[in-house]
């Protein structure tokens, strides 16, 4: 089993930065996929980031140039830097871990494929 909680939500203005963090615990190594998903209002989970085991990152397209995963040496702390926040950036932000069987690079963005995920943490972009 593969705990996970999140910490780091709020509110920010347009324009800012927010770094949301995520502690991890439990049988890490039986995942090899971990990242953060997202439920804006109105709308179904979507993955924002992802790493991979072997260090790859998979972003949103909406995302790209302003968010920034990473994770620790361990594995037990995985983080996103958000840059440059949007009101539509505005959600609930869940982490999550699977194993995809060495496919993360495929599927990434499938939520079937994460079997572990946190509480979620709330970040609200308005002026």
């Known amino acids: 089993q593969v705990h996970m909680v999140e910490s780091g939500g709020g509110w920010v203005q347009p324009g800012g930065s927010l770094t949301l963090s995520c502690e991890v615990s439990?049988?890490?190594?039986?995942?090899?996929?971990m990242g953060w998903f997202r439920q804006s209002p109105g709308e179904e989970r979507d993955a924002v980031a992802v790493?991979?085991?072997?260090?790859?990152?998979h972003y949103k397209v909406s995302v790209r140039d302003r968010f920034i995963i990473s994770q620790d040496n361990t594995r037990n702390t995985v983080r996103l830097q958000m840059n440059q926040l949007k009101p539509e950036d505005t959600g609930v932000y869940y982490c999550?871990?699977?194993?995809?069987?060495?496919?993360?690079?495929?599927?990434?963005?499938?939520?079937?494929?994460?079997?572990?995920w946190g509480q979620g943490t709330e970040v609200t972009v308005s002026p």
């Open positions: 790493m991979s085991i072997d260090g790859s990152r």
């Open positions: 439990g049988d890490i190594d039986s995942t090899d996929c």
């Open positions: 999550a871990a699977g194993n995809t069987g060495g496919y993360c690079y495929v599927f990434w963005g499938s939520q079937t494929e994460y079997a572990h």
